[in-house]
């Protein structure tokens, strides 16, 4: 399953190799989770997209690094990415993500995505007070 | 501009204003935003919106009421409604969220849906090791 | 507002003027509304289109016209088309839509939003039951 | 498959073997499926979900029960829900949808789909006619 | 796997063997695939929908066949269509699509969602300069 | 109109400066649009979001200039993006794009956007023939 034939060998092309080797050593695992072995398909595609997801989860910010992952499955959810949820929702988990906190995060996401509905339903201006630029 | 017309006097309707009166109890502030105002022309709707949204978005639970805004708005920007990242945005500011947060919040969203995209594009099959039902 | 440049006299062009005749004896008014005037600008897709909308909207079918246009409205509510939104809503009215129907739809695609997205929070499988083709 | 593991044994805790008595009980079937026992992970979220969906769909309103499924249908369509388009098709079925019916329902879907990128694609101004609120 | 029966023997149906006559000549293959062997449970739709494809996807006009095949691949990306991702993927290749212009297509298919979803969450007013309707 | 408040002198900001420089002489124009002046609250994401933009869309690549704005304008009405399909049917045009390509553009739009329903609508599985993964 897949419109991409990931390579037999990825690391015998050296670029992919210093990724997949970056992305071991920013996360202190050996394993390769399938994104980046389907993204080895085109090398300087691989070193974008790991380079923009090092950059904004993986490195220190405002947002500690289990909120952000929770901010990325209820962005995978509402977009229909189930590889992603999965992927991301095992991230949270790793970081501590507990059930408790799963559980809430998949209400305010069904919440969420009821009132947007309804909101859409109804089309409803913006009240003046939630604009920001005056 | 609205699909919606909303009643003109809402709180003379009781059970309105009794949804009404709770709003401005539990948020501490007389001002009713024009979702309620337009959802207040099905009383029984308006009932049922305000119950769930008071009970995930203003009663204690697992994740802290700042984040749980910023998953919201999230989800509502994922899913395309303009009045529900408004409002909600507006809400998380309330809430504390500080313009780093918010940027931090922007490049997650950004990301997640680049990737959302380039997963959906390749089709690639999840991992085993992120299934959490064996 | 918009992409395109509308005609300023689209009946001149032959072909965009038996549309617009078609679609006011199909629907016994004058009225032609934004999206056939924008559409004039390419009169083989006005066309196309009108001819579809009228097979699938304007001819009787399995389902009555009133729940056909409810059903137009919630999808375009999930796609988040806010002109088909406000166009079909009133035209739903217009067929007979009460406003205890109008607020049921809305509750309806509400709650069906809710659990679109905590199915996909979750990734549930599919029940064997539930599958028509064995 | 799951992001979520569900409960071996669900009912064993009394607040899902309650929510699972009523869900028996209201459709008159012994068959519980997926989505009620991955949402058993958390008792409170399973009984707010439940008890909304017996509130929209199991209770008596304007909209008839077999329309209500069909409505559910078409949202769960375009917001790219696979399970709810499969257990809602079902139920629509099983409440009398016939097959000429299912092909109507396709028919709105597919048109409305193709007009809502249309109207997307040219953000046509809505015209005034459409407005509720004067 | 389907929530549609399709037929066991299509071509017994004079109008689903008039179709699959014709997209087997237009297309200069045996090969009938899935989505066409299920639409086949409706002829009428089934009709309807191998026109409007064979109309916009296989007659000349003004975009090239390969990059027609890019752009609907795109839209099914975006739309989260699974099957219509993979049936355009490989109908680009057959039309000569290259790796480099489907990892290039990627590329802008993950830019465009990352800037969507930033444009969605700052909801910026479109530039006057934009509007083609003065 | 906008959640964010952008700067009043955005360039005063030295890396904002650089930023807005580097966009006026690689597209050849003295005018910024709207998407970077608001982008500018932040200027990390402002120079992550530009040279992401330049890399895909502003350097030669597989794909031609035009034909990668009409891809982009095509995933950003499936997104909903209004903004992103303005700006980019603009940007289109300026490449080149003709009145038929932008008819023809919105013809594979509009029915690519009917079939994705339809697919989901029947949940057909994919064909072994369109998987490149073996």
Not at 24 to 42: E, K, M, P, Q, S
Not at 109 to 115: E, F, I, K, Q
């Amino acid at each position: 399953m897949a419109t991409i034939t990931p390579p037999a060998a990825p690391e015998e092309n050296p670029r992919v190799k210093a990724v997949f080797d970056d992305i071991r050593a920013t996360r202190g695992t050996d394993f390769i989770n399938n994104v980046w072995r389907y993204l080895a398909f085109d090398p300087a595609l691989l070193e974008s997209v790991w380079s923009e997801v090092k950059a904004v989860m993986a490195t220190p910010s405002a947002i500690d690094p289990k909120t952000k992952e929770m901010i990325y499955v209820a962005v995978s959810i509402a977009n229909g990415c189930g590889y992603c949820t999965h992927s991301h929702t095992a991230a949270a988990k790793a970081k501590g993500m507990t059930p408790e906190e799963h559980a809430d995060l998949l209400r305010v996401v069904g919440t969420a995505s009821r009132l947007n509905a309804l909101l859409g339903a109804m089309d409803v201006p913006v009240d003046p007070a939630f604009q920001a630029d005056g």
